[in-house]
């Protein structure tokens, strides 16, 4: 066990003056059965997780009205009660709600989910294109003149869509954009980056870890079998080989600093400056082995080398639709 430690790093959410550690928690997997919730994990561990998180300085929690029907912001905002003001809350509004009047009410019901009187940073999950982007920001922005949110950010926006959000904000900025991002699915990098860090917008990334894949502890012949994962292409046995060289070069890196290939993996996503990476933990344990990511600075040696093998892991078209067909038995 370690104590609060020195090598969390913290940054700004836009211009939005709330500052959240480079490694924050994510919490999909609370109550989310497609995870295998209360088969091998369950409200206990989920909360001596948080706990742990705030031990260790990890400030940033993020949540969603969808995750677990609303089970995720419940036990996020119990466990975090006895040290609210320390971190800062991040929950979503899903895009059924994305009218003026939906996300309003999406708001209240999350704050009473989550028993606070104002949400940190509050994120549109994915864009709705049968709702106008303006009445969804518009509604964003008459919260924050509310007092029931501190931040804007949004979720799953491309750059053009990102661009547009921003102009239909009047007084406020946006915070953040909260997209996938790993070593393995690397989409954002062609512009949308670059544009965050230009234009101060943080990049949350999500399924930081691949979905554990980045862990190295699978291969063809052993995949996870929760629902998540066997919808996901990337734990094709396909995707699974092409991606070996990549996890030989994690061994290797995280052999060489004695930590694991997942460190390795947050490790280099941090190490921009404008990104913070949330991977979700199912207990304290990966909890802290996140944390302890942000103690490690790859060389820039280190860094391109990964770089490159992570963006030769090609995941194709194939396996998307081959896994569906799978499940039906086809
Ligand atoms: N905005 C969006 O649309 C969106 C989409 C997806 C996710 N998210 C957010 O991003 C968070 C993270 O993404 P994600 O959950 O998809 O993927 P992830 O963080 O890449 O992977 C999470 C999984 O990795 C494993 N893991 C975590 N820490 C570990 C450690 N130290 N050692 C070994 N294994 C470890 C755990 O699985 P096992 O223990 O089962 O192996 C965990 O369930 C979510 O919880 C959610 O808050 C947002």
Same mark, same amino acid.
């Given at each position: ?9 913290? *940054?700004? /959410? ?14 999909? %997997?609370?109550? +989310? ?12 561990? !989920? !909360? ?21 029907? #609303? ?27 994305? &009218?003026?009047? #939906?996300?309003?009410?999406?708001? =209240? ?11 940190? /940073?509050? %994120? ?10 303006? $009445? &969804? ?8 003149? /509310? ?7 949004? $979720? ?10 921003? =102009?239909?904000?009047?007084? =406020?900025?946006? #915070?953040?954009? %909260? ?13 949308? *980056? %670059?544009?965050?860090?230009? =234009? ?20 063809? $012949?052993?995949?996870?079998?929760? *629902?998540?994962?066997?919808l996901n292409p990337?734990?094709d ?24 290939? +997942? ?25 802290? +082995? ?8 790859? $060389? ?15 995941i194709g078209v194939w396996p998307k639709l081959r896994i569906p067909l799978?499940?039906?038995? /086809?």
């Amino acid at each position: 066990m370690f104590g609060r430690f020195a090598g969390l790093k913290y *940054l700004e /959410l836009g211009r939005s003056g709330l500052r959240v550690s480079k490694i924050g928690l994510g919490t999909w %997997q609370i109550g +989310s059965s497609e995870w295998g919730w209360n088969r091998g994990y369950g409200v206990d561990d !989920v !909360v001596r997780a948080i706990e742990r998180a705030h031990e260790l300085g990890i400030n940033f929690v993020d949540t969603a009205e969808i995750y677990g029907g #609303g089970l995720s912001e419940e036990v996020v905002g119990r466990a975090i009660r006895p040290f609210r003001d320390e971190v800062v809350v991040a929950t979503k509004v899903w895009p059924t709600h994305a &009218t003026y009047d #939906g996300v309003l009410k999406a708001c =209240e019901r999350s704050l009473k989910r989550l028993g606070v009187d104002v949400i940190d /940073l509050y %994120q549109v999950h994915w864009p709705n294109p049968l709702v106008p982007l303006s $009445s &969804t920001m518009r509604a964003m922005e008459r919260l924050v003149e /509310l007092g029931k949110v501190r931040a804007i950010g949004v $979720s799953n926006f491309s750059l053009g869509r990102l661009r547009r959000a921003q =102009e239909c904000l009047k007084r =406020e900025e946006i #915070g953040s954009n %909260q997209v996938k991002y790993n070593l393995v699915e690397r989409g954002v990098e062609k512009g949308l *980056l %670059q544009y965050c860090e230009r =234009e101060r917008v943080a990049l949350i990334a999500y399924s930081p870890l691949a979905q554990g894949l980045l862990t190295a502890r699978y291969n063809a $012949s052993n995949r996870p079998r929760d *629902l998540v994962r066997r919808l996901n292409p990337l734990f094709d046995p396909a995707v699974l080989r092409r991606a070996e060289p990549l996890m030989t070069i994690l061994r290797e890196v995280a052999a060489r600093h004695g930590i694991e290939p +997942s460190q390795v993996a947050l490790a280099w996503l941090i190490k921009r400056n404008h990104v913070i990476a949330i991977p979700g933990a199912k207990r304290p344990e990966q909890v802290e +082995s996140n944390a302890r990511a942000a103690e490690l600075e790859l $060389s820039d040696e280190e860094w391109r080398i990964l770089s490159e093998a992570g963006s030769k892991v090609s995941i194709g078209v194939w396996p998307k639709l081959r896994i569906p067909l799978r499940l039906l038995g /086809l």
